[in-house]
Nanobody, 115 residues
Framework: QVQLVESGGGLVQPGGSLRLSCAASGMVFRLYAMGWYRQTPGKQRELVASITGGGITNYADSVKGRFTISRDNAKNTLSLQMNSLKPEDTAVYYC?????????WGQGTQVTVSS
């Protein structure tokens, strides 16, 4: 069965950086577009960035120029490099296919941007 496990979150000051990772198993990873999503309490989960199997990327306007999505198809891993973090980036971050498959949501990783 498909399993997606996120890691790398934490507490960081405004302007700082974090790198999130997602380990995928149970799927032919290279065949699927993948995405990073985030959710804050009381709000719908939103797409942050997506990447096709071949590496074409797309970003939400709110993170363009600050976040970089990447993938390693040999290692079945998805990454999100987050720079110049802002308090409004605080959320639980999830990885999933793009578009997402409901049964593949994992636990996510908490990112808190605060001084």
């Amino acid at each position: 069965q498909v399993q997606l496990v996120e890691s790398g979150g934490g507490l960081v000051q405004p302007g700082g950086s974090l790198r999130l990772s997602c380990a995928a198993s149970g799927m032919v990873f290279r065949l699927y577009a993948m995405g990073w999503y985030r959710q804050t309490p009381g709000k719908q989960r939103e797409l942050v960035a997506s990447i096709t199997g071949g590496g074409i990327t797309n970003y939400a306007d709110s993170v363009k120029g600050r976040f970089t999505i990447s993938r390693d198809n040999a290692k079945n891993t998805l990454s999100l490099q987050m720079n110049s973090l802002k308090p409004e980036d605080t959320a639980v971050y999830y990885c999933n296919r793009y578009p997402p498959t409901d049964r593949y949501w994992g636990q996510g990783t908490q990112v808190t941007v605060s001084s």
